[in-house]
């Protein structure tokens, strides 16, 4: 398994997008959220899908050099169609007209419609945040097969649908505190890596093709296909159905069958972004909000932890360890990246310099 440095492997991502097509920004705004993602310790939104994006890009899925369109403006509310443009470029723009907004008005809705994959939705919070503002995310996941089961069903019916929260205040513009979920037990990426590896998923995360709970991973990739369960039972399971809602709120599709079903992967996704200073002031926020997390980390731990972690703590401290360590990539994901930089033209000595 190859231990890369983040910058070597960010310079190779943005070379194959570049030499696929891409303008350099876009192909250096891509590499750098898919390598944010790695270091976070996201490997399921990291580098692993730089094929996947060449794929969509190839096949006209995903259209390079997009930029958003917007639909609607009405000073706190933004409406704008990412026009099938990758998500690393539609996120950005779309985020900062929302915290523009947010800066104007106290409050900036964006929907996003249309985007392909916006990633790590971390990502985005994480952006508003280095603005001071506090920003919430819900996204739903479209344009193929659905990948989880609704509480007490045997079929898949929805997506990974991700929900994040983020509230400014840390050191250096992070956020204080940042939950970055998907609303299923495990990302499918997880399962996908648990079955080349021929290893077991964990207990809980998988039903087969008939509703049995099963921890093999193989389930999600031959006939019949089981579903990933979503998480914390009819709680999880509920929050998805409306998560997947909200996608439809933005004017975006849904995972209704009448819907087409190409393979791509699209997200829509509502951003609810705020300026703390309009509310009870990002210094209240970050002192009372501080105060607070202390005390939750300084519960006692049960038998078998170590101590109590805070939500976006081991994102940090996965990030702290990769940006001097490296970032391991496992052989099938490399091979696979080595392959999609030879096949759109990357030179070998680019390759060389990562592996
Ligand atoms: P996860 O289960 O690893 O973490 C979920 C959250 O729990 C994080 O905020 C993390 O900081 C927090 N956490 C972890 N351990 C903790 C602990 N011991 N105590 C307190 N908090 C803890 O994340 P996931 O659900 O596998 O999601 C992974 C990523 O996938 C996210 O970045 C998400 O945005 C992304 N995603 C994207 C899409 C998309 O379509 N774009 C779809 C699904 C997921």
């Not at 006209?60 to 443009?85: K, P």
């Not at 419609?113 to 790590?120: A, D, E, K, Y």
């Not at 890596?193 to 809980?204: D, I, K, L, M, R």
Request: aromatic content about 4%; charged content about 15%.
């Amino acid at each position: 398994m190859p231990t890369v440095p983040h910058l070597p492997l960010q310079a190779l991502a943005a070379a194959t997008f570049l030499a696929a097509g891409s303008e350099h920004a876009e192909a250096s705004a891509i590499a750098s959220q898919l390598v944010g993602a790695n270091l976070a310790g996201h490997d399921s939104h990291g580098v692993g899908l730089v094929p996947t994006y060449i794929e969509l890009a190839r096949a006209g899925l995903a259209v390079q050099n997009q930029h958003i369109s917007v639909v609607s403006d009405t000073g706190a509310v933004i409406v704008v169609d990412g026009q099938a443009g990758f998500g690393a470029v539609i996120g950005r723009e779309s985020m900062d007209l929302g915290i523009a907004a947010a800066a104007d008005h106290g409050l900036g809705l964006v929907a996003i419609r249309n985007s392909i994959h916006l990633g790590r939705i971390g990502h985005w919070a994480e952006h508003c945040a280095r603005s001071g503002m506090v920003s919430m995310h819900f996204v739903n996941v479209v344009g193929h097969p659905p990948l989880v089961a609704p509480f007490g069903g045997v079929d898949a019916r929805f997506g990974t649908n991700p929900i994040c929260i983020a509230i400014p205040g840390g050191d250096e513009g992070t956020p204080l505190a940042m939950a970055d979920l998907a609303t299923s037990t495990i990302a499918l990426g997880k399962a996908r890596e648990a079955f080349n590896q021929g290893v077991s998923a964990p207990p809980g995360t998988l039903i087969d093709g008939d509703g049995r709970p099963t921890v093999d991973p193989g389930v999600m990739f031959v006939e019949p296909t089981g579903a990933l369960v979503a998480m914390g039972q009819h709680k999880g399971s509920a929050l998805a159905v409306m998560v997947e809602l909200l996608g439809a709120l933005t004017g975006g599709t849904t995972m209704q069958p009448g819907n087409p079903r190409t393979g791509t992967v699209v997200n829509n996704m509502i951003s609810i972004i705020i300026d703390p200073d309009a509310i009870g002031g990002a210094e209240f926020l970050a002192s009372e909000g501080g105060a607070f997390l202390d005390y939750v980390k300084a519960a006692r731990p049960v038998d078998g932890a170590d101590e109590v972690l805070l939500p976006g703590e081991p994102e940090k401290r996965t990030r702290q360890r990769r940006l001097t360590a490296g970032i391991e990539v496992s052989d099938g994901a490399w091979s696979l990246i080595v392959d999609a930089a030879r096949s759109v033209g990357v030179g070998e000595e680019v390759i060389d310099c990562c592996g």
